[in-house]
């Protein structure tokens, strides 16, 4: 058996080959590490990359792995690390690599009967291969909620198991919502993408953005100046003060605590000001820069403005923890107990309040050093992970503070464009976000991989759901996770522009004839019907009309009216006197004015 010393330097990421068939007895080494990341690369000859984080106070770091996997198969190491079972899925649905052993696959990133490009090679098998037995037995039922679950909040399809009160089981696809971010990254320059990593997650926008810079600069070799990195730490700070504000209103909301909820909103709104007062936007876009950061706080304003907003969030909270029935329902709901947090990989307040002591701002190399005191509980309830995020805010206050004492500042450098890769790492408000990019030799991204906290702790969040809880407490464990469906849909392959519309944008021409040719369809869908007058006498008129069930056609004298707008084109009236009537095989009948629709057909005189 090969064994692997894991070579975590702090402050460095340590990279090592891995042979194929060497991997699994690798991955079995490093299963003492946390894996925090697992992606795939290449079209033509796929490498697979797995990024394992050393969570110890003082050794903290990063190894990753690179293993060629041309077979087209890898071993099962979700049978060893359970976290690693999301990326064998995604893996599978963008390079059509899969583990070894035919172990069924869920279907993760892509739509049934998607169409979508791949980063890689498609899966060789059809998509419906790759989902996993969905079984609903005995007296239990399955609840389908979602993807469109109320207004504002992001497409996420539940399929909630029960048997009448108590959560069974529940499955949850997060594939409504496609956007490509990873695909769209490739040839981009790490300034240009600096702008989709921003929108990845839009409430880590700082998080995101800071990763992949930093993934960047690393495969470049540069090293932002120290008053850029605390610039960016205070905006980091500043994000996650302003998202345990909107989890916490989102508490309130989910156990019908609207007074809770506008003291939370109102905490929220001042946090957002003050983003808007310090760097000029209220979610923090823009700030971060390559090489360092694109704007210096407005240190006066956060000074200003910063103890009222924070002393408002604090104000809300107390009252919050000192009212029972808002206590009562968020203790003993949605348990993840440690073990289970630590098998899924997960990170973020969720993962500390099960007890893990995860936090990617102890890893050195940024600005933090040992300042930041990590929060933890035991109970691995909501309320363990409410109490995480209220003593997180404490210390973002705290640390604000440190870093404006020792200096902000906005500086940025041009990367170099020369060829490398780099794994960056930032603490979301979430949890752990990381980043990890190739350059070419021309600067530019050959392949990105986002990993924000979101798409780690979704997969705890069935398990959370499924400990003993009923249908009313699942909107609170959502709200104490603090995830976004945005999160997990950064990896899917853009949806094609409409051919027109880009042509459009080429030529200016905004308008297009339409029908642009007959539709195919009408040959054997049924139409609406043309009329022959010299075959339409009164008596087959009369049929005619006797024989429409939708009042669209009426004689008038020696006149046939026809109603377009009221045809249903059933077809009658053409089976009644075929001689008289054909379906028309035109379906294209919008017009201007209802009075075009009305059609009047004169009819032969009998003889
Ligand atoms: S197609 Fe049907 S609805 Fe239309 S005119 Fe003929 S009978 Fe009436």
């Excluded at 697979?48 to 050393?54: D, T």
């Excluded at 919502?177 to 320059?189: M, N």
């Excluded at 008038?556 to 075929?578: H, I, K, M, N, Q």
């Excluded at 035109?586 to 009305?598: G, H, K, M, P």
């Amino acid at each position: 058996m090969t064994t692997v010393e894991p070579r975590v330097v702090p402050g460095a990421v340590t990279t090592f080959q891995v042979a194929s068939p060497d991997l699994e007895a690798v991955v079995r080494d490093l299963a003492d590490l946390r894996l925090a990341d697992m992606f795939a690369s290449g079209a033509e000859h796929t490498t697979l990359r797995l990024v394992w984080a050393n969570d110890t106070a003082g050794q903290a770091g990063y190894v990753v792995t690179e293993t060629p996997v041309d077979s087209g198969e890898y071993p099962a190491l979700s049978d060893i690390a359970p976290a690693a079972f999301v990326e064998e899925c995604e893996i599978y649905e963008q390079f059509g690599t899969r583990p070894a052993g035919g172990k069924p696959l869920n279907r993760m990133m892509l739509p049934p009967h998607a169409s979508l490009p791949t980063l890689g090679r498609k899966p060789p098998a059809e998509p419906e291969e790759a989902r996993a037995p969905h079984m609903v037995g005995g007296q239990a039922f399955e609840f389908p909620f979602g993807p469109v679950r109320q207004v504002g909040v992001e497409s996420l399809y539940y399929g909630l198991v029960t048997s009448g009160e108590e959560v069974v089981d529940l499955y949850l696809f997060t594939w409504h919502k496609h956007r490509g971010l990873e695909w769209r990254l490739q040839g981009k320059t790490p300034e240009q993408a600096l702008f989709l990593a921003e929108r990845t997650e839009g409430l880590s926008a700082v998080a995101m953005t800071w990763a992949l810079a930093a993934a960047a600069e690393a495969a470049a070799g540069v090293q932002p100046a120290k008053a850029a990195q605390r610039t960016r730490a205070v905006a980091l700070e500043l994000e996650r003060l302003y998202n345990h504000a909107a989890a916490m209103a989102a508490l309130c909301q989910s156990t019908g605590l609207s007074v809770g909820q506008s003291a939370a909103e109102i905490a929220l709104e001042r946090l957002l000001r003050l983003n808007a007062s310090a760097f000029g936007h209220r979610y923090l876009f823009g700030v971060i820069g390559t090489g360092g950061a694109s704007r210096a706080p407005d240190t006066d304003a956060i000074r200003d403005e910063l103890p009222g907003a924070y002393s408002e969030f604090k104000r809300a909270a107390d009252a919050l923890l000192g009212t029972n029935s808002f206590v009562d329902r968020l203790e003993a709901t949605g348990i993840l107990t440690a073990d289970q947090a630590r098998d899924l990989g997960l990170v973020g307040p969720v993962a500390r309040a099960s007890g893990l002591t995860a936090d990617a701002r102890l890893v050195p190399g940024g600005p933090y050093g040992t300042q930041p005191a990590v929060a933890t509980a035991t109970a691995g309830d909501v309320l363990a992970r409410f109490t995480v995020m209220l003593a997180e805010a404490a210390e973002s206050v705290r640390l604000i503070g440190q870093f404006l004492d020792a200096g902000t500042a906005a500086s940025t450098i041009e990367l170099p464009r020369t060829a490398g890769t780099g794994l960056g790492w930032a603490e979301s408000p979430r949890g752990e976000a990381l980043a990890w990019v190739a350059l070419g030799d021309d600067g530019r991204i050959a392949r990105a991989r986002l990993r924000p906290a979101s798409a780690r702790n979704w997969r705890g969040f069935d398990d959370a759901c499924r400990s003993q809880n009923v249908f009313t407490d699942i909107p609170i464990i959502e709200a104490s996770f603090w995830l976004t469906a945005a999160g997990m849909a950064r990896l899917q392959g853009r949806r094609r522009m409409t051919l027109w519309f880009i042509r459009g944008i080429r030529r200016g021409v905004v308008t297009t004839r339409y029908p642009a040719r007959p539709d195919a369809s009408a040959r054997f869908l049924p139409t609406p019907p043309a009329f022959r007058p010299r075959a339409l006498t009164r008596v087959t008129a009369d049929r005619l009309v006797a024989s429409c069930p939708s009042g669209a056609l009426r004689r008038d004298g020696g006149v046939l009216s026809y109603d377009v707008g009221r045809c249903t084109a059933c077809g009658r009236c053409a089976a009644e006197a075929p001689a008289a009537v054909q379906s028309s095989g035109e379906f294209e009948l919008a017009a201007t004015a209802r009075s075009v629709l009305i059609k009047r057909i004169p009819l032969r005189e009998e003889r």
